[in-house]
């Protein structure tokens, strides 16, 4: 989030709020003393000191999602859903064609784009195809546990 500013009846402050992994980070800065504004040199130092301590925070946090994005390439929805492969429904001159959509962002930070008909492949198979895709374009072992819950993520299409 940065910093904000807020000016309360209870004091004129700065506050540097981050979320990194599952800790907050909520620090406050007063811009008062004693219930009186502080004098301009010392708003310049506070002022300093909040970006400062932002900056460090916002380079952990960018810091703690490369490792998590190297630890864990294959993310999900809270519903179970892989995120990078949907299930579309594509409309095709006078008829309906169901497909597996994939959006799958590399290691080196491209993106590789593909569908596989479910209508074609069948629903399972089509399935399996879309999770070899993956597992090829990420060069995930197929013994790990990631690709156990990629698998156990099919209910949720």
Do not use: C
């Not at 399935?127 to 895709?133: H, P, S, T, V």
């Amino acid at each position: 989030m940065g910093v904000s500013e807020n000016n309360a009846h209870y004091g004129h402050r700065l506050r540097v709020y981050r979320k990194i992994g599952d800790v907050i980070y909520d620090e406050v800065y007063y811009l008062t003393e004693n219930g009186k504004s502080v004098t301009k040199k010392r708003e310049k130092e506070i002022r300093a000191q909040a970006k400062a301590r932002d900056k460090e925070l916002l380079e952990f946090q960018a810091e703690y999602q490369r490792e998590m994005d190297e630890a864990n390439p294959i993310k999900f929805h809270s519903d179970g859903r892989i995120i990078g492969l949907t299930r579309q429904q594509q409309q095709s001159k006078d008829r309906t064609i169901d497909i597996f959509k994939l959006r799958i962002r590399l290691p080196d930070g491209s993106i590789s784009w593909g569908s596989i008909s479910i209508d074609l492949h069948g629903f399972d198979n089509a399935f399996a195809q879309a999770l070899d895709r993956i597992v090829e374009d990420l060069n995930i072992n197929k013994r790990t546990k990631i690709y156990r819950q990629m698998k156990n993520a099919k209910t949720a299409y």
